[in-house]
């Protein structure tokens, strides 16, 4: 992923190593950071991470797939739109200096949103508009500094504030004002300190961060647990020759962590290790990655290990419903 | 708001659920009305919120979106409840209907310094204080951070089967741990500094639940004494000026802090540049107990002195006072904080909340010239008579509460229609969704109260 080019995946990634993770940078080159501010979370981190892993529980489980669908043709459309959508997203990202779990948040909302409302293949403005808006609350509920919504760099289409503004709501009382999405992020800290004692958090994290973007894509945020996509994103990052015995060893070390299905992760570990080696060199341009083998690998029941959840097609039941989107 | 939008609100379905009593709060958020349910019998009082519409180039107001996904994650006896959240889609604002809480401490205490001239009983006293560290010891405990607690924020319900129950309320500025922090005054919201604990004044750069508690301790001193404990006079600018002002006022109760006590000190930023040279400065210290007429043996000076630590670190948390020896003598803390279970204790009436009538839910005032607001209040004798306009809910004083069958001008059910089609809620939810995680939906049941009918499952969003 290190190449330039417009989606450069290096480029957006945080420098400060582990340290962005806890604190949060004031744009403020010359002020002096307090002293106890980290510190107040890595004291409570057990405690925090325990807490994250509860909120965890029942996480996807209740969700409709929302890439589940019969109908073939609208399927690879939402798929090939969804990668746009990232796409559009995490150059945004790029542009306004948000943090990277900014842009992962908003397509967690996107994956929550088209979970239980349907978009299809006649309304690709509504994508657009649908990604413009998630990215815009994630930019509300995570940065310093949001942007007005003229700002954002609109491709197709241009929409009216009260149009945005209109589909902000639609999407907040879609997903219930549920909004505190916790994200891999939050656990790679902890889970380097765990996973691989006394090798560099920075360098193991960075690293790690970009396996999950690179994922985000592949996979339906929905579908796999922020704290399973962190631990094989910190595996993957630190050995990339892992078997599943030596896997299961690594992640045994967290007693809190019963509810780290192996299996998952070891699942994870093997995508990220599969697009690692579809890496050539290519610019992770959106047609690249509907191409990829990994996707394929998603698509196929019977490939790598088992008892992973694999829901990447496309919901299409209330086409009728979608249509109203019209109307704002 | 454009011809005939001030018709388009009332035609929206939620509107009939209520009978809307008048307005009872404003403040840079926006405006507060009281209201009762016409559904289910007995109705209930509502406090319905109405956010300040943004700028029409911004979208949904962040402090909207953070208010309420927070208060959506909570469910807390002693914590306001959001019941819905309700969209006005003619012109896309925002209102929140809470349960309705008759007073504030806010108010408890004005009515004993001007109007009762005597203390709050401990009883009283205690069980304020326990109820609320019970509720910031929850919200804690669920890596939340109020951030703006003050005593106009800490509600306590009126007559009814949660009499005396204290609620902690709004959230607006209500952070998770973690989430990055604007400085509170770049949002545009003004934040009374009385609360407002050393560190921050010093310029430390991230929130801790700790911030939480110097509060309550400025909260407990102002309950004993009926004044603010630090009065400081705000110093007004863009970004987040030094409040020397602040800074001086406690230190001239709690003395110089030192780095021997609090070893971070040296990192803040202000103790650092120390610009005004507060390093400097000749402190005679005063002493907390002089300044809240408390004995240094007495379990409530304890207590006082743990929560005014100067170290964040070292400052009492909530869950700890809530197993400080002064909640374990006599008086013991109650549930109804206001009606003290002993003999012989004088309850106190306290004066319910002026309604303003005048005002519909737009905020336009309208009605007869008589009953124009006069009393708008801000100039408290011995409060918050400094330099600055705090932001209070309740600026509306002075106006008697109507008696229900005057409000037969605000019943719109006669005025209702049907819902206009831009709603995106129209857009249906696939079927089966099942709304939050299971342990949530426990946890509601739970807090279910007895007698106290549920309106979540009317909620709608």
Redesign the interface.
């Known amino acids: 992923m290190g190449s330039s080019g417009t989606f450069s995946l290096s480029s957006l990634m945080c420098e400060e190593g582990e340290a962005c993770f806890f604190e949060h940078l004031d744009e403020n080159p010359d002020t002096i950071d307090s002293l106890d501010s980290p510190c107040f979370v890595l004291e409570d981190e057990e405690e925090y991470i325990e807490y994250l892993l509860r909120q965890e529980t029942g996480f996807g489980s209740q969700n409709q797939p929302f890439l589940a669908s019969d109908d073939r043709s609208n399927r690879n459309w939402l798929r090939s739109a969804r990668v746009d959508a990232i796409d559009w997203i995490f150059n945004s990202q790029a542009k306004f200096g948000f943090r990277v779990e900014t842009a992962y948040i908003s397509v967690t909302y996107f994956d929550r949103f088209l979970s239980k409302r349907s978009i299809d293949e006649s309304k690709p403005w509504a994508i657009q508009l649908l990604s413009v808006a998630c990215l815009s609350l994630a930019a509300k509920i995570e940065e310093q500094n949001v942007p007005v919504l003229s700002d954002y760099p609109m491709e197709e289409y241009r929409f009216e504030n009260k149009v945005i503004k209109n589909m902000e709501l639609m999407i907040l009382s879609t997903l219930e004002w549920k909004m505190g999405s916790a994200t891999p992020f939050a656990y790679l800290h902890y889970f380097v300190g765990k996973f691989c004692p006394g090798s560099k958090p920075q360098t193991i994290i960075t690293k790690a961060i970009q396996h999950i973007v690179a994922m985000v894509k592949d996979v339906n945020l929905m579908d796999q647990r922020p704290s399973i996509i962190a631990s094989a994103a910190i595996l993957a990052a630190s050995d990339a020759t892992l078997t599943r015995k030596g896997m299961d060893l690594r992640i045994s070390v967290i007693s809190s962590c019963g509810s780290l299905e192996s299996g998952d992760v070891f699942f994870c570990y093997n995508l990220i290790q599969e697009k690692r080696k579809n890496e050539v060199k290519t610019p992770c341009s959106n047609l690249m990655s509907t191409q990829s083998s990994s996707t394929c690998v998603l698509e196929n029941p019977s490939d790598t290990c088992s008892g992973a959840k694999r829901k990447l097609s496309f919901e299409d039941s209330e086409n009728c419903a979608a249509q109203k989107l019209h109307r704002p | 708001m454009g011809d005939g939008s001030g018709s388009r609100w009332s035609r929206a379905e939620w509107v009939q659920q209520y009978d809307l009593l008048g307005k009872i709060g404003e403040g840079t958020y926006g405006l507060v009305f009281l209201a009762r349910t016409k559904t289910p019998s007995p109705s209930k009082s509502i406090a319905i919120k109405k956010f300040k519409q943004s700028k029409?180039?911004?979208?949904?107001s962040?402090t909207a979106?953070?208010e309420?996904?927070?208060l959506?994650?909570i469910t807390h006896e002693n914590v306001v409840k959001l019941v819905n959240?309700h969209?006005n889609?003619a012109d896309?604002s925002l209102y929140l209907a809470f349960d309705y809480a008759e007073h504030d401490l806010y108010e408890i205490i004005r009515h004993h310094r001007d109007k009762l001239n005597h203390s709050i009983n401990q009883y009283t006293v205690k069980s304020l204080l326990w109820q609320l560290l019970n509720g910031l010891s929850y919200l804690h405990s669920?890596?939340m951070i109020h951030r703006d607690l003050k005593p106009s924020n800490i509600l306590v319900m009126g007559e009814g089967e949660e009499h005396g129950v204290v609620k902690i309320a709004d959230f607006g500025l209500a952070r998770?741990?973690?989430?990055?922090?604007?400085p509170l005054s770049d949002n545009g919201v003004v934040v009374t500094i009385w609360y407002r604990a050393p560190?921050l004044l010093l310029?430390?750069?991230?929130y801790?639940s700790a911030v939480d508690m110097w509060a309550v301790g400025c909260i407990f001193a102002e309950l004993l004494t009926l004044k603010p404990l630090f009065q400081g006079a705000e110093v007004k600018a863009t970004s987040n000026p030094f409040q020397l002002d602040q800074l001086d006022k406690i230190f001239k109760v709690l003395g110089h802090p030192t780095l021997e006590k609090w070893p971070?000190l040296?990192?803040?930023?202000h103790w650092?540049q120390d610009v005004q040279h507060i390093q400097g400065r000749k402190y005679d210290n005063t002493g907390l107990y002089n300044a809240v007429h408390l004995s240094t043996k007495s379990p409530a000076y304890d207590l006082l002195s743990k929560m005014l630590e100067y170290d964040?670190?070292k400052r009492i948390t909530a869950a700890q006072a809530l197993e400080h020896e002064y909640f374990k003598i006599e008086p013991l803390p109650g549930r109804n904080a206001l009606v003290p279970c002993q003999l012989g204790e004088k309850i106190v009436n306290y004066p319910t909340r002026p309604v303003d009538n005048t005002t519909d839910l737009e905020g336009t005032t309208n009605l007869p010239p008589s009953q124009a607001v006069t009393g708008v209040s801000g100039s408290m004798p011995g409060a918050h008579g400094s330099n600055r306009s705090v932001p209070r809910p309740m600026n509306v004083v002075g106006m008697p509460r109507m008696p229900p069958q005057a409000m037969a001008a605000y019943n719109l059910t006669s005025q209702a229609a049907m819902g206009d089609?831009?709603n995106?809620?129209?857009?249906?939810?696939?079927r089966?969704?099942?709304?939050?995680?299971?342990?949530q939906l426990r946890r509601k049941e739970q807090m279910g109260m007895p007698g106290y009918p549920s309106q979540q499952k009317s909620r709608r969003?």
């Not at chain 2, 089966?432 to 342990?439: D, F, L, N, S, T």
């Open positions: 029409d180039g911004d979208g949904v962040p979106i953070r309420i996904m927070l959506r994650e959240v969209i889609h896309m669920n890596w998770i741990y973690q989430a990055p922090l604007k560190e310029g430390a750069k991230h801790t971070s040296a990192s803040l930023q650092q964040p670190r089609g831009m995106p809620g129209s857009i249906s939810k696939q089966g969704v099942p709304q939050g995680h299971p342990q969003i």
